[in-house]
């Protein structure tokens, strides 16, 4: 199994900075993209980005020119960058990790985090 592990929440006054981190661990064999998603209270959970294993990104149209996903293969680490941050941004972040395990390297099995609070105050 893989365990993934979100640090870097809390709260932050509006025009602020936070920046996560996600550790995965475990039985990986490969990890391919990376992501991170949120979800606010009585809203269904939302794509924020992602990033592939050559680093090509994509962002939700809200985040972008204010965020950045970066990643270290080596570590298997994903992170998220938000600066600029508005109240809209409220939500518990997810990490995810898109992974082939050493069990069964031939399917992907996407993990999830625990999730991480960020709250932005106007």
């Known amino acids: 199994q893989v365990q993934l592990v979100e640090s870097g929440g809390g709260l932050v006054q509006a025009g602020g900075s936070l920046r996560l981190s996600c550790a995965a661990s475990?039985?990986?064999?490969?990890?391919?993209?990376m992501g991170w998603y949120r979800q606010a209270p009585g809203k269904q959970r939302e794509l924020v980005a992602t990033?592939?294993?050559?680093?090509?990104?994509n962002y939700v149209d809200s985040v972008k020119g204010r965020f950045t996903i970066s990643r270290d293969n080596a570590k298997n680490t994903v992170n998220l960058q938000m600066n600029s941050l508005e109240p809209e941004d409220t939500a518990v972040y997810y990490c995810?990790?898109?992974?082939?395990?050493?069990?069964?390297?031939?399917?992907?099995?996407?993990?999830w985090g625990q999730g991480t609070q960020v709250t932005v105050s106007s």
């Open positions: 475990g039985s990986i064999f490969v990890i391919n993209i």
């Open positions: 995810s990790a898109d992974v082939q395990t050493r069990q069964r390297m031939t399917i992907i099995q996407r993990y």
């Open positions: 990033i592939t294993t050559g680093g090509s990104t």
